[in-house]
């Protein structure tokens, strides 16, 4: 065996047992869960309406950050500032702080007795027991995968096309809709897909924040401490299902574009 066959089958070796860790759990899972336990939670409307509060919540989570944290990304991508640093560290703190210290911050400024709380509610906008606070615990949590995504399309965009394109009489915002962002959308949009997927995800943020209505994170944890683990079983191994296709189509399309 030569030495790069050997070195090739190191690495190899070493891959498959990340992709064990992950893979065996998941079919461990599968493998306990009866069929027609898997079939009578696929009915359960209780089910059905979490996972569809699941979904649509990420989805508005992250049209809200394609919307203002494109603007954001493109900024930190292109231009240097004072304390530029300190934004960039403060957009990735979500990704380092415990998410139930998240749903605690969240709740504090959030909560109807706090000023901004009680502001909204003026408005007639609740984020204590909403689907509205739901979309806000998974915004706050999964954001930085966006911004930090955009960020790095931006970024390698080569800055001479754009000076091309000013020198031919294009507007900034003409270059950036008609030439910055098109070059930049396959990492916007795995940016958002990242983000979808990790909003979906999230629990303590959300518990904190925003108990009722359920989501599906919300309803695998209440069964599992009311019921047990065979109660709980069947509706983590439905959403783990729904989650693999949805992903694993998303990630299908977003390919089939790039090529």
Do not use: Q
């Not at 009866?34 to 919540?57: G, H, K, N, Q, Y």
């Not at 380092?96 to 969240?106: E, K, Q, R, T, W």
Request: with cysteine; glycine share 6%.
């Amino acid at each position: 065996m030569t030495k790069a066959h050997g070195f090739a089958t190191v690495f190899i070796i070493m891959g498959t047992i990340i992709v064990l860790f992950v893979v065996v759990p998941i079919l461990g899972i599968g493998i306990a869960t009866p069929i027609r336990s898997l079939i009578e939670t696929a009915r359960d409307t209780e089910v059905i309406s979490s996972i569809r509060l699941t979904f649509i919540s990420g989805l508005c989570a992250t049209i809200f950050a394609v919307i203002f944290g494109t603007p954001l990304a493109y900024t930190l991508a292109r231009y240097s500032f004072p304390m530029r640093e300190i934004v960039e560290s403060i957009i990735d703190l979500p990704v380092v702080i415990p998410h139930s210290a998240a749903g605690i911050a969240l709740l504090t400024v959030l909560g109807r007795n706090s000023a901004i709380g009680h502001t909204f509610s003026v408005l007639g906008i609740h984020f204590t027991g909403t689907s509205i606070g739901i979309a806000t615990a998974m915004a706050f949590v999964s954001i930085p995968f966006y911004v930090n995504a955009a960020k790095e399309g931006f970024a390698s965009v080569d800055r001479r096309l754009e000076k091309t394109a000013y020198t031919l009489g294009a507007s900034r915002s003409r270059t950036f809709f008609s030439l910055t962002l098109p070059l930049a959308k396959n990492h916007l949009v795995s940016g958002a897909i990242m983000m979808w997927a990790r909003g979906i995800s999230e629990f303590g943020a959300i518990v904190i924040l925003a108990y009722h209505p359920m989501v599906a994170p919300v309803l695998v944890y209440e069964r599992f401490e009311s019921f047990g683990l065979a109660y709980s079983r069947p509706v983590a191994w439905l959403i783990i299902l729904i989650s693999l296709v949805a992903f694993t189509t998303l990630r299908f399309i977003t390919r089939r574009r790039r090529d």
